[in-house]
């Protein structure tokens, strides 16, 4: 197995906001880590993806743990365990694992796995129960579904429901057919024990009932309670193999994807916040709309650009209004607003366009935004305001025509136009001159 050098008794500490999450494929290499495991463990994504997972197995963690880890997983079941990790450095974490088979159409198609910060009593345990398998001191201790446990025969809770109760109703019917032997043998006393011994085993049995069925049951509605209110890490009892077991196993998967899809729902929600902060406050306006043309998105520089316009626009369509342009669609812009998002909804590449708007003249330039699937997920346009520019483009090309015909006293003022690079090629003739100070 492999071993992963260097190692330190530095800890790194977790706390209760730390979500160490992965994915890997059938094979066990690394196809998605989140930013708290590139955090925690110091590899960069590069690193990881497409490597093993036992990448970060620490030299402590003994070979049936994770022997037992895959076997649970294989069956289709999920994995809950207490896992020390190693970190790149050769620092140390322990987390209160979750892992899960993917299913997609009914096949496993890799494995998730959640990670969580291990109490400290936890860590202790199992740091203890570890070191007898690393030594080969655990006598007839066996990692069973994340536990260190003593193998034993035919288990109780493993039979299903039905077996439970027709085992208890066959041992009182036994128990009954005792009695009655007692009675027409004429044994009052035999009759009286077996009696009583029937009415003990009744009552076992409904406390058998009790515990295999009841508890659980009100176990599992907790679980449901917490989930609903946002508490994605409670910890399940999957080791049974009844119907209750196996609804308990479901839970557990439900509870470690559901973590895993908010946890990632708020990452991108935070990355989509901090965007929008930039986008808030870049100098070019900026506006983004959905695959239907509805602006979903726009700067503050765009929403000033429109309020200078705004009654321009509104001449062109009465119900425009900058207050609800965002909601709105992309069309109101324009003067015909259905050619307009036909055009962008078969737009495939960045195009160019100008726009002239109440006296002044922007370049539109619009990037259709697709997914990795190529599904259209809409547009993003950027204006540029080129009122000033072409104004003095313009005034280049008069001046260089005058050039032309003989007037060579030509000139241009360039106060005002500091910064400015002429993009007319008449311009590169080099006949605009600063005035001479007097």
């Known amino acids: ?40 463990s110091g590899f960069t994504e590069a690193e990881l993806i497409g490597e093993p997972h036992n990448l970060v197995r620490h030299p402590d963690m003994p070979v049936e743990a994770f022997q037992d880890l895959w076997d649970t997983l294989k069956a ?46 936890a860590i202790e345990a199992h740091e203890a129960a570890y070191r007898l398998f690393r030594e080969k001191r655990q006598g007839r201790l066996i990692i069973r579904f994340g536990k260190a446990v003593k193998p034993g025969g035919i288990r109780i809770q493993d039979w299903n429901i039905g077996t439970k109760l027709w085992a208890g109703m066959l041992a009182t019917l036994a128990a009954g057919g005792v009695s009655l032997a007692g009675v027409v043998l004429g044994l009052p006393l035999v009759a009286w024990l077996a009696g009583m011994s029937t009415l003990a085993l009744a009552a076992f049995t409904v406390v058998g009932i009790e515990r295999a069925i009841r508890q659980p049951i009100a176990e599992i509605t907790d679980t449901f309670s917490n989930i609903v209110r946002g508490n994605y890490s409670n910890v399940i009892d999957i080791a049974r193999n009844d119907e209750i077991g196996k609804a308990m196993q479901g839970l557990q998967v439900l509870q470690t994807r559901m973590g895993f899809e908010v946890a990632e729902t708020k990452r991108q929600a935070d990355e989509t916040l901090r965007v929008k902060i930039a986008l808030d406050n870049v100098s070019t306006p900026v506006r983004i709309a959905n695959p239907d043309g509805r602006v ?18 509104k001449a062109q369509n009465a119900n425009f209004s900058v207050d609800g342009f965002v909601g709105s669609s992309i069309g109101t812009l324009y003067a015909d ?12 590449t960045t195009v160019q366009t100008e726009m002239d ?27 540029l305001d080129r009122t000033d520019e072409i104004a003095i483009e313009r005034e280049i090309s008069a001046i260089v025509d005058g050039a032309s015909l003989g007037k ?17 090629p008449k311009a590169s003739t080099g006949c605009w001159k600063q005035p001479k100070s007097r």
């Open 76 to 121: 289709g079941r999920p994995w809950t365990g207490y896992v020390k990790n190693r970190c790149k450095n050769g620092d140390y974490y322990w987390v209160l694992a979750n892992a899960a088979p993917i299913v997609e159409n009914g096949q496993v198609t890799g494995y998730i796995s959640v990670r969580r910060m291990a109490t400290r009593e």
């Open 337 to 348: 607003p259905d050619a307009a998002l036909k055009r962008l909804s078969a737009l495939e």
């Open 296 to 313: 979903i998105y726009a700067n503050r520089m765009l929403l000033e650009t429109l309020r200078r316009i705004e009654p321009q626009l």
């Open 408 to 424: 060579l006293d030509c000139r241009i003022a360039l106060s005002g136009k500091n910064g400015f690079l002429p993009r007319s």
């Open 1 to 40: 197995m492999r071993t992963n050098l260097p190692v330190t008794n530095n800890e790194v500490q977790l706390t209760d906001a730390t979500l160490i999450v992965s994915k890997t494929d059938l094979k066990g290499r690394i196809t998605y880590v989140n930013k708290d495991f590139l955090d925690i």
């Open 357 to 383: 708007i109440g006296g002044r003249t922007y370049r539109v330039i619009t990037n259709p935004v697709f997914t990795a699937k190529n599904e259209r997920l809409g547009s993003v346009g950027e204006w």
